[in-house]
């Protein structure tokens, strides 16, 4: 056999030709594979949406603690029931009452949760009689228990401290001329304490103590609805002004001292107040009970007068 044969019938140099031939295209395969780039693709970043903003929302206006302070003066007491209903009807809100003597009696049915036009039909069908109990005149012509009575039985039996609405009652102590500010106990005893006119009802004792008329130390008590927490003080002043012709009799004598008293007190006293109202109540006697429906509308008229300084007022200590 030559030695340029295989016996397979290929010669060896035409195999050794394909050897070299497939040897060549195997390293172009593998030297175009090295050429191929190594690096993975880039990968494209889709933003994510942007969250809303957190909007914080604002906080609801807070309207101030509204406070209403009554004053004394008696029969003129009944104007306090037109200011209430024109305050509801306007939807004003009171927080809480204060009241003085008259403004103490009001103010406990108030409380106790009477509206205003409630309010008219117990003044209206009020009996004189039956919240009067004379007496022998010793320290006082009205024992004052008869009242006690009547407010116990308007107000439901229940105590200052359980009635819906908060209420304060002033009284003065007999004893050292300090005011008290009554805000828990029976509600008739110390209707019957602010009210107590001296040398016209007898002096009440709570305790060991006794008390009289809160317009001696407080005419509209302001202070003491400050006190209680309210932040917008509207007092209603009925007082009795001084009469100009100087009384002949020992009663009215006394009045007088009163109104004289009580005027030079609430100088200093109605200051802290926000809004004051007074009823125009000029002829109107604390002693007269038959003029009860004509003193509510004057308290409704004063009251409708004052709504845009009211509104004002609150508006401006709304945050």
Known sequence: MSPDHTKDGVSMPSRRRWLGAAAAFSLTALSACSTLPTKAPDVVQTPSPELPTPVTPKPVPK????GLALGGGAARGFAHIGVI???????????LVCGTSAGSLVGALYAAGRNGKELQAVAESMDEGAITDWTF???????????????????????LEQLP????????????????????????????ASSAVPAVFQPVKIGTREYVDGGLVAPVPVRFARQMGAELVIAVDIGEPPDPKIPGDAMRMLMQTFSIMGKSINQFELREADVVLRPKLDGFSGADFTTRRRAITLGREVATAMLPEIRRKIAAKTR
Not at 63 to 66: A, G, L, M, N, V
Request: hydrophobic share 40%; no cysteine.
């Open 165 to 192: 609405l908060p209420l304060g009652i002033v009284a003065t102590d007999l004893g050292d001329g300090s005011p008290i500010l009554f805000r828990q106990g029976d509600v008739g005893t110390a209707v019957r």
């Open 63 to 66: 309207p101030p603690r509204i």
């Open 137 to 159: 005149p010793m320290r006082g012509l009205i024992r004052g228990e008869a009242l006690a009575r009547y407010v116990r039985q308007m107000t439901g039996g229940r105590g």
């Open 85 to 95: 209903q024109v305050l509801e009807e306007n939807g004003i809100k009171v927080d």
